[in-house]
C-alpha cells in the first residue's frame, strides 16, 4: 500500500503538523497513532515518519531520512503566458508534476489577463505543493511573482539557453544545458515585434511541430522534451 506523502517545513527528530495538511492525514485519511506516513520539505530529502499524536497537532517522529535520486538534472524556469479561467491552474499542477523547476507567470501584448494579485498566487503556490507531493517529487517550484514580457527576457538573458516557443521555429531539441528558459505565449502567440525582440536579445527560436497548440498544451509538450530526454 502506497503511503500518504505531505509537504513540512524542516524535517528533524519530530515534526509538528497543523492546517490542511494535519487534517488531511487525521480527519480525510483518519490516520492514528502507530500509522506511518512521508514527509518532504522541498530541499530535496524524503522522510518516513510515525504519528505519535492526532490532537491538538499532528505530532510524528521521523523513522529513516534520504534523499531520493527524482529531480532532473536540468533547472528548467518556464515564463508562461497568462490564461483565463483554470486553465492556468492546470497547467501549474501538471508542469510540476513532469519536473519544472520554477513558473514565472508572463504577461504580454496578447495576454488578456493581466497581472493577478498575491491571493491567485498563493493559490498557484499550493497546487504547486500539492502536484509535488502527489507525484513524489523532493523539490517544489517556485511560482514566483508575475512580469511583463520585457522583464521576462531579462531574466531568460541571464540562462544557459533560453528558447521562445513560436511557429516556424527550429524544432525544440537539445542537447540541454543545466539551465533552460522556455518562453511560452498567450492566445495567439507572441505579437511579430516580441518576436523581434527575443531574438535580438539572443533567444532562440523554437517550434513543436505544425499543429496550433493551446497555451497550457505547449508549455507541457516543451517541458516534456527538455525534461524526459
Known amino acids: ?13 519530530e515534526i509538528l503538523l497543523d492546517g490542511e495538511t494535519a487534517h488531511h492525514l487525521a480527519g ?4 492514528k497513532p502507530g500509522h506511518e506516513f512521508l514527509a518532504f520539505d522541498g530541499t530535496g530529502q524524503e522522510a518516513l515518519a510515525r504519528i505519535l499524536q492526532t490532537r491538538p497537532q499532528v505530532r510524528a517522529e521521523i523513522l529513516e531520512i534520504r534523499r531520493p535520486q527524482v529531480e532532473s538534472a536540468v533547472f528548467v524556469t518556464l515564463f508562461l503566458g497568462l490564461v483565463k479561467g483554470e486553465r492556468f491552474d492546470w497547467a501549474v499542477e501538471k508542469s510540476t508534476e513532469l519536473g519544472v523547476s520554477s513558473l514565472v507567470p508572463m504577461v ?8 493577478p494579485g498575491e491571493e ?4 498557484w503556490q499550493r497546487l504547486a505543493v500539492s502536484a509535488a507531493a502527489q507525484s513524489g517529487r523532493v523539490c517544489v517550484p517556485d511560482i514566483e511573482t508575475p512580469l ?16 521562445l516557443l513560436a511557429p516556424g521555429g527550429a524544432s525544440l531539441s537539445g542537447p ?7 518562453l511560452v505565449g498567450p492566445e495567439g502567440g507572441f505579437s511579430d515585434e516580441e518576436v523581434l525582440e ?7 527560436l523554437a517550434g513543436l511541430g505544425p ?19
Open 198 to 204: 527575443a531574438r535580438r536579445r539572443g533567444l532562440l
Open 108 to 115: 504580454t501584448r496578447r495576454t488578456e489577463v493581466r497581472h
Open 1 to 13: 500500500m502506497r503511503l500518504p506523502r505531505v509537504f513540512c517545513r524542516g524535517i528533524a527528530s
Open 176 to 182: 540541454w544545458a543545466a539551465r533552460v528558459a522556455l
Open 148 to 163: 511583463d514580457f520585457s522583464q521576462a527576457l531579462d531574466r531568460a538573458c541571464g540562462f544557459e539557453q533560453a528558447f
Open 211 to 229: 499543429r496550433i497548440l493551446r497555451v497550457e498544451t505547449a508549455a507541457l509538450a516543451a517541458l516534456a522534451r527538455v525534461l524526459q530526454t
Open 120 to 123: 491567485r498566487r498563493g493559490r
Open 28 to 31: 480525510v485519511l483518519r490516520l
